[in-house]
Each structure stands twice: as C-alpha cells, then as structure tokens.
C-alpha cells in the first residue's frame, strides 16, 4: 500500500489505496482434503501430482476425481517442490532431493549431503537443474549423481525458481536474478532495478520473463537487461509463484490471494472470487484449465470462463505528480471509456471537511481526474470510496484522506501512519530486526509467517507512540529460510520477506 505526501496551499493530505472486488464468477475446489498445505504440482495428461508439505506426495490418475499418497518410504514429507522427467519424478523436500522411477512403489534419496532445501526444479532434456539452499546443482544420469553448477552465483545464493525461454535459462534466489546461455554453466547477475533481491518466482513471457519478489512483480527485458516494475492492482506485492499463458499472467501472492494481468504485468485484477484463503501457493496448467493450490485443497477453473468474467480495472497512477496548489487533482485509471461508469461516494465523522461540491470527477479516455476541494480551516479525516462497474461485475477503490492543520505537524516527517518499513536478519546474533517510523498514535501488529503462510509467532500487537521503533525477533530455535514479516498500523499494512541464514 503506497502513502505520498501532498500539499496544496497550507494543507496536508495522505492518500491511502485498498484494492477490492465483488464478481459472481466461480472457482471449482476438489472434494479432497490434503491434510497439509499445497506447495507443488505438475500434470501429464489425465494424471496429476501434489507435493504437500507436511503429508508427502499425492497423485490422481484422473485429473483429481481420486487421490492416493505415493510417499511410500520417503523420510521427509515436507515436500517443497515436484517435477516429472520422462519416467521419472522428482521431489525436493527440506532434507534431500527423492526420486522415483515406478510411480512411488519405492523412492530412492540422493547422496549428495549439500543439498538441502530444495525448492526447485528445471528439465533440460536428460539433463535436471535442482535449486537448493547452496545453489544450484545438476544431473545427466536421472539422479544418481549431482554436481554444483554455481559459478557466477553469488556466495550463499539460496535457489527459488527456475525458467527457459529460448536460449537462456534464469534463475531466482535470494541474491537476486541470474541467467545462463549454458544451460548453468555460468551464470550472470541481472538484478537492475530490483531492490527486494529475494526473487520467488520466476514465469516465461514473449522473449524474455516475469520476475516475482517478496516485494512486487517486475518485467525483465533480455536486450536491454532493464527490470520494470509492474504492480499496477495487487493487492499483496509478496509472490509465491507466477503462472504464464499465452494469453495471460497468475501470480500468488501472499495474504493477497489470485491475480490475472493480461497485458502483460502492466495492470492485475483480483481473480479469488470464491476462494476462501487468502493465500496462494502453487500453480499448474493445461491446454484449458488451470489449478491453484490454496491450503490443503486444490481449486481449479476453466481457462475460458476465467477470461470472459474479469472485473473491470481501478487503479491510480503511481508515483504521479500532485499540484502544490488547490485543488488537488488525482488521475485514476479505469479500463472502460464509458464516462458515467466510475461513481464516488464519501463518509466522514467530520463531513463539514469536504461539503459535497468539493468532489468531482471528469472523464478523458480511460483517465479520470478527481478533484477535491477541502474547506477551508476543516481538518480531520474521511473515506472516499470509487466503484467501476460494467453491468455485471465491480471493482472498487477506497481512499483514505487525512487533512491535517500544517501547525500541529513535524515538517521533517512525511505524513502517512508509517513511512520507514525495514526488516533485516543478523546470522551472528540469529536476530530478525524490524523497523518502521510511526507517525501517528496507533495499534501497531507485527507477525512473522513461514513460506507456506503459516504463523509463526506475534512480534508486536500494542498501542505505539509516534516515532521510530526497533523490534527484534530471537531466530535460534527456527530452520533457515524465507519467512514473512507482516506489518499492519491502521490502514497501512505491507509485507516483507526475510531470509534466516548461518
């Protein structure tokens, strides 16, 4: 959620934005109960595999009609990550990479004591990628031997994600992005624009690739090596995973849910319709459908029917320039022409702030200007909520306004509930540091999440004063790993990730 100081003539406003959705279209779940989270699944033809972490590896003989465990004799079922190769499955869990050649009748692990926390895969023809918590590490004989394949990669670059496309292969760690035109030879950095370097997912498009973060999703150009970044309508910016069609990009995000952008990453719209939890894992595909993995169930929907019932678009232009002077204009962005389809209303326990002529709304193309126009010598604050509707489905926009008196405020301070999030991990002291700098009075929540969305511990939930606030998180009894650091003060509330390491 962005926040951005503005002024016009002696007043103050924030500017809060929260994303949501009412549609009737409808994702179809799997009468089938897991029994641990989703965190991977591969396809081929009728049959369909599940590595759950927690329960092991399922499969389906037909597309999810009936489910068996297949984990047989494996000694680790957190499993993080599935793939098939020719009659073969891989499967990485936190301990070891097990692989399969009868369909789970019997597993066999590697001997390859360095390879830990596997949480990806890559085929190459008969050669396989594994991504593992120190790098990278490869196999010509179907997993009989691996060897390292790291050099250009970053000393301690725990592996995320894998994709192809063309002639380059990418990898994502918590480095940063990398790519390889040697099959993982070598490899070179090509994190550009990137702040988040945790990269956690990685998805092919045109010639180049989708780059996931726990920070936003960006667009990685091959000939120019430049990094866009492209979170136009998500809710949550922390991916889990990124699906790629010919006809359109998923991502799963984290405390989000589902979203589908179809031009290409420039803007997303909120797809969970019904889906119940708000976090997304794993993604798979066919030719016409397409599954999700959601908590301990599996949710699936007709490519078809997904694309012929997306909700109308509302975003704002970010990073745009707001006039010093009044009246403040705000430049929205909506996906429909029609001029008399976005409507305004406003609430406020002070409505003398903002008398019902100091808002208005003119339309060019698919931009409309808000105006507001506060009055004079009112401060306090209110909601003003935006609603597009087609007819059938609508997506709304909720803003938060907050008209301060310029002398009651700390000038060296943007005005926003929280304008500093930072979190860090300390490997000698095995310390997770969280910072942030209120602004104002406020219930501050800070909780700490596994990959898999699971709650780990409450960091915080207290009445804070303003000013800047260090807390620190003892680490020793956890495992290595991704973790989320979820902060929430009011309205503001973002995620961050944070790799534990020693």
């Known amino acids: 959620m962005n926040s951005r100081r503005?002024?016009?003539?002696?007043?103050?406003?924030?500017i809060l934005f929260l994303i949501s959705g009412t549609l009737s279209a409808q994702w179809k779940k799997f009468d089938f109960n897991f029994g641990a989270d989703v965190a991977s699944m591969e396809i081929r033809n009728n049959e369909m595999y599940v590595g759950t972490y927690g329960k092991g590896v399922f499969y389906s003989p037909d597309k999810g009609l009936s489910w068996t465990n297949i984990s047989g004799d494996m000694s680790n079922l957190n499993v993080q990550a599935i793939k098939l190769a020719g009659d073969y499955i891989f499967v990485g869990t936190e301990s070891n990479i097990f692989y399969t050649s009868d369909n789970g009748s019997s597993w066999s692990k590697i001997k390859n004591g360095l390879i830990k926390n596997i949480r990806a895969f890559l085929v190459l023809d008969s050669m396989i990628l594994s991504g593992a918590e120190l790098g990278v590490y490869y196999t010509t004989n179907w997993g009989i031997n691996w060897d390292a394949a790291n050099q250009g990669l970053q000393k301690?670059?725990?592996?995320?994600?894998?994709?192809?496309n063309g002639k380059y292969i990418y990898t994502g760690a918590n480095t940063g992005l990398y790519y390889s035109w040697d099959n993982g030879?070598?490899?070179?950095?090509?994190?550009g624009s990137i702040i988040n370097r945790n990269i956690t997912a990685l998805a092919p498009i045109d010639s180049n690739v989708i780059v996931g973060t726990a920070d936003g999703i960006f667009y990685h150009n091959?000939?120019?090596?430049?990094?866009?970044?492209?979170?136009?309508?998500?809710?949550?910016?922390?991916?889990?995973?990124?699906?790629?069609?010919?006809?359109?990009?998923?991502a799963a995000t984290y405390h989000g849910g589902v979203f589908i952008s179809t031009n290409k990453g420039q803007v997303w719209k909120d797809v969970n319709y019904n889906i119940p939890s708000e976090n997304s894992y794993c993604f798979a595909g066919t030719g016409s459908t397409i599954y999700v993995g959601i908590d301990s169930s599996i949710y699936f929907r007709d490519i078809t029917d997904l694309l012929s019932n997306l909700p109308?678009?509302?975003?704002?232009?970010?990073d745009q320039d707001v006039p010093a002077t009044k009246p403040i204009k705000i430049n929205i962005v909506v996906d429909d022409e029609k001029p008399d389809n976005l409507q305004f209303s406003f609430s406020s326990s002070k409505p003398e702030i903002i008398a019902d002529t100091g808002i208005s709304v003119t339309s060019k193309g698919t931009n409309r200007i808000l105006t507001i126009n506060p009055t004079p010598g009112k401060y306090g604050s209110l909601v003003i909520k935006a609603t597009i509707s087609d007819g059938l489905f609508s997506s709304s926009t909720t803003?938060?306004?907050?008209?301060?008196?310029?002398?009651?405020?700390?000038e060296s301070i943007e005005p926003a509930t929280i304008n500093l999030?930072?979190?860090s991990f300390d490997p000698i002291q095995s310390i997770i540091s969280v910072k942030f700098n209120l602004i104002i009075s406020e219930q501050v929540i800070v909780k700490i999440f596994d990959l898999m969305g699971r709650k780990i511990s409450a960091i915080a939930d207290e009445l804070m004063t303003p000013g800047l606030h260090e807390l620190n998180f003892e680490t020793s009894l956890m495992n290595d790993g991704?973790?989320?650091?979820?902060?929430?003060?009011?309205?503001?509330?973002?995620?961050?990730?944070?790799?534990?390491y020693r």
């Open 6 to 14: 503005m002024l016009f003539g002696m007043k103050s406003i924030i």
């Open 156 to 164: 301690g670059s725990a592996i995320n994600a894998f994709a192809k």
């Open 185 to 191: 030879a070598r490899w070179v950095g090509v994190n």
């Open 222 to 250: 091959n000939e120019t090596t430049g990094n866009q970044r492209i979170v136009y309508g998500l809710k949550s910016t922390a991916i889990f995973d990124l699906y790629s069609h010919s006809k359109f990009i998923l």
């Open 312 to 318: 109308p678009s509302i975003y704002q232009i970010p």
């Open 399 to 410: 803003f938060s306004v907050l008209v301060q008196n310029p002398n009651s405020m700390d």
């Open 421 to 423: 999030f930072e979190t």
């Open 482 to 500: 991704i973790f989320f650091i979820n902060i929430h003060a009011g309205l503001f509330e973002r995620t961050k990730k944070v790799m534990i």
